[in-house]
């Protein structure tokens, strides 16, 4: 269910791309699509954040459904882009299948925080628990957005409550960034 649910934002934000782009001169274009993009990214984050608890195969489902989206959107993502955004790419079929690269990804965090945050979403529901503490307390996750009631939380989702996780929530409240 959730998968078709992702096909369906998929597909209805590749028709906003066919509809709006030949209409729209490409700067209107690329600002609407940008302010849709951030939106739809901040709405899946928020709402992965707020479950209360996810089991491991759950984390898995919600990698594996993200990875495919962001896959399935490659040519929408590129198309923000494109420095003549008007023009179609004449090879579009083959950028659908190719990766997108870090390169390209970190052009794209820039012009989408929420695309940053939802990436690392992803990486944090892989990690060991030590592993997001020292990523909170080198203020990465800071810097992808991240407050600490939300990283607080995501781990409380995901690990299961021990000695462990006592003292990395601490670790995480105990740290002070200047």
């Known amino acids: 269910m959730a998968s078709l649910a992702v096909d369906q934002v998929v597909l209805l934000m590749e028709k906003v791309r066919m509809l709006w782009q030949p209409l729209l001169q490409p700067p209107i274009y690329k600002k609407i699509l940008l302010s849709v993009l951030q939106d739809l990214f901040s709405r899946i984050g928020s709402e ?5 608890d996810m089991a491991v195969e759950e984390t898995m489902q919600l990698q594996k459904l993200i990875k495919t989206a962001f896959q399935n959107m490659s040519s929408l993502l590129k198309s923000v882009l494109d420095e003549d955004i008007g023009v179609q790419n004449s090879v579009e079929g083959v950028v659908k299948q190719e990766e997108i690269s870090e390169i390209t990804w970190d052009q794209l965090e820039k012009l989408i925080p929420s695309l940053r945050k939802l990436r ?3 990486d944090l529901l892989d990690m060991p628990l030590r592993s997001i503490t020292l990523e909170w307390e080198s203020g990465e996750l800071i ?3 991240f407050t600490s009631l939300e990283v607080k939380k995501l781990i409380r989702a995901v690990f ?11 670790r995480i409240d105990n740290t002070e960034f200047l």
């Open 160 to 170: 299961s409550d021990s000695h462990v996780r006592r003292e990395c929530l601490r």
């Open 48 to 52: 992965i954040l707020m479950l209360d």
């Open 120 to 122: 690392r979403i992803t």
């Open 143 to 145: 810097a992808s957005g």
